[in-house]
């Protein structure tokens, strides 16, 4: 600590006494506990790790082997040492015990045996005398008999010689069992075993807990029942079991109730790369035109890119500008106060270099609220380019990363949603129109697709904008450059001349310029990643084994202001579907055609970079034609342009609620300073006007400008 190693730590103190060991790490408040933990594991003797060599002689083989390959080696092992000492006590007893008989067939007859061992010449003469009729001894009793003391002859000596006898066929009888039962061999491995630990054992001083390994194996039985699919199409109703797994070993990990994971949360995200996860409620209801109250501390030119609502359980798709999309479980982003920095997001995700941010969406893999079947996500870049993709492609995304889209070059992911069969989607310019059209009229792509044209911008709002004249494809160019070469003498051929050349070409004649085309794009590709290889390469910066073609260069100006779905109920209730596929060019004669709203039915709330609100209905946008100009709906100041958009009355908590109840919605407005205010979307008055300014909604410091809305559900409002 004292060398500025451990990033977070206050302070750290012994308390250690007669009691036991206790040291305290006093950690800041805008500290996370997590890492700090992991950072103590990885520069500290906290948490130790030693390597084993696994590597045993299995016979005269060396193998590597697993934790139970040892264990069962071992048992075998112990298994033969005991049944090798069982054989060799087998063998002595068996021994003694023929001696033993041989000394109780001496005392049987002693006066002849006396006598034949008088008549003997020598010794070796009498052993032979012992061996033979009557008395039929074996060699190693004859010798045992002959090296006898007299006073075994006695009958003391004879009721000891019954009692070993007796001992003996009992230890006999009792090894032959053990050597021909191999559960009895097991058994005494486990009985010398405790033997063991009763003598020599010391109480465990550390706990073993078990509780965590069972949720380990949980999840691990939920991913077998439920395996992900290698083609990234797997059914999100195929996770729920696997994600709730997971939430029960996260919170067991962290001694915390799993109950206290599934509650509303915001998701916050600055600028200079810092996260952070906070409560909801601790923003207060406002009134409109108050200042509000800080999110967060802010460094020196940080800003406050983005804010979003989800529930703990959620899992949080971070789509980038480039395109790609990542995976974080809501609850292992750190939660923090509002007055802390946050964490940095390289912490909770690796980003390429370059790569930020753009889009955040809470997916519900836990099927808390319903099936997912049916269900895209919606993605719109900053130059007005849609493309829907079935969430399906999505299940199975992690923390390397996807390629979720393809962009063209200078264009940046900048809105994701999620978007059912029939829904409506409004796109808003920065211009102040807006374009409502069907999501039916988006064909589906896959998650490489590059999307199509959502809506058009006028000259003014576009900028500099204008397309450069679109370069001919690389086959085009080889074949002009074949055509001017093999062109007859004193004959020139111009670009449009080889332009109608081409186009009368059949698909077999174009194919060889094709293969040879895209022959110089694989050598290009491969001499510019040979340029790179120095360079270490970003963590998930490769997708599915393709290339990666990401832009490095400026992005150009921002035209979409916001995107929002409209459901599909919503569009039959106030007739807005439309049969005609004309382009959604601006109406401003229907300005006059406007019909009083429901102050609690579905709205469109927008606002301004100068912080004006306002609330019209959803019914002043009929859909129209994709591709279109779309409608005028909010007067502009001079210089100001419409920042942010959403779509309030649409909560299905709201339809439970029934038309003689106007439950509250509130919105979470933010500005790039870190400001959060809290509103009732009932207090701005819906106006009926499209070309209408609105009313001054918050109060913005000098330099700062809204930034983003946030609408929270019913179910996370106090009432």
Known sequence: MNSRQLDGVVDVRDESDRDGMRVVVEIRRSGDPNFVREQLYTRTRLQVRVSVNLVGLIGREPKVLTLMDIMREFLEFRCESIER??????????????VVEGYLAVQAAPDAVVAAIRAAKDGPEAQKTLQEAPFSLSKE????????????????????LRAEEADLTAKVEQLNALLSDRALVIAAVASEAKELRDKYGVERKTLIDHSAAKLAAEVAEARRRNPPSGDGGEDVGNVAEREMAAAALYAKRMNI????????????????????RIDPKIFSRQNKGTIGKKGGRMRGGDQVTKVTHCNGLDTVLFFTDRGRVYAVRAYDIPQSSTTALGTPFTRVLKLA???TITAMLPVDTASRRGSNVGEHLVMLTARGVVKKTPISEFANINRAGKRALGLQKGDRLKHVDLVRDGDGIMVAGVDGMVLHFSMDSIRAQSRIGSGVKAMKFREASAGATEKKP??????????????????????????????????????????????????LKEKARRENDAEKKSAPAADGAA??????????????????????????????????????????????????????????????LLVTSEGQGKRISVGQFRQKGRGGLGNKAIGLEKGS?????????????????????????????????????????????????????????????????????TLLPVDAVEL
Not at 479 to 508: C, H, I, Q
Request: overall charge negative; hydrophobic content about 40%.
């Open 353 to 355: 270099e370059g790569e």
């Open 470 to 519: 679109k370069k001919p494809p690389a086959a085009h160019m080889l074949f002009a450059a074949d055509a001017r070469a093999n062109a007859p003498e004193g004959t020139s051929y111009n670009m449009a001349e080889v332009s109608k050349m081409w186009r009368e070409l059949s698909d077999e004649e174009k194919a060889p310029y094709e293969v040879k085309a895209a022959d």
């Open 257 to 276: 109730p799993l109950d206290s994971l599934d509650a509303d949360n915001l998701i916050v995200m600055t600028g200079k790369g810092y996260i952070k």
């Open 141 to 160: 009793q004859s010798e045992a008999v002959l090296a006898m003391p007299l006073r075994r002859l006695t009958g003391l000596e004879h009721d000891k």
């Open 543 to 604: 997708d599915d084994g393709a290339a990666d073609d990401d832009d490095d260069g400026d992005a150009l100006p921002v035209l979409v202001a916001g995107m929002s779905i409209v459901p599909s109920d919503v569009v039959a209730a106030f007739e807005l579907a439309t049969e005609s596929d004309e382009a959604g060019d601006d109406d401003d004669a229907a300005a006059g055609d406007e019909k009083p709203a429901d102050e609690c039915g579905a709205m469109v």
């Open 85 to 98: 000492r069982a054989r060799h006590e087998l063998s002595k007893a068996s021994s003694r015990l023929h």
């Open 641 to 709: 342009r419409l920042a942010a958009m959403c779509i309030t009355g649409v909560d299905p908590a709201l339809r439970e609620a029934g038309d003689a109840e106007c439950v509250a919605e509130e919105v979470i407005i933010g500005s790039t300073a870190g400001v959060l205010n809290r509103y009732d979307v009932t207090e701005l008055r819906p106006q009926l006007g499209r070309n209408a300014k609105g009313v001054k909604l918050m109060k913005l410091n000098d330099g700062d400008t809204v930034r983003d809305i």
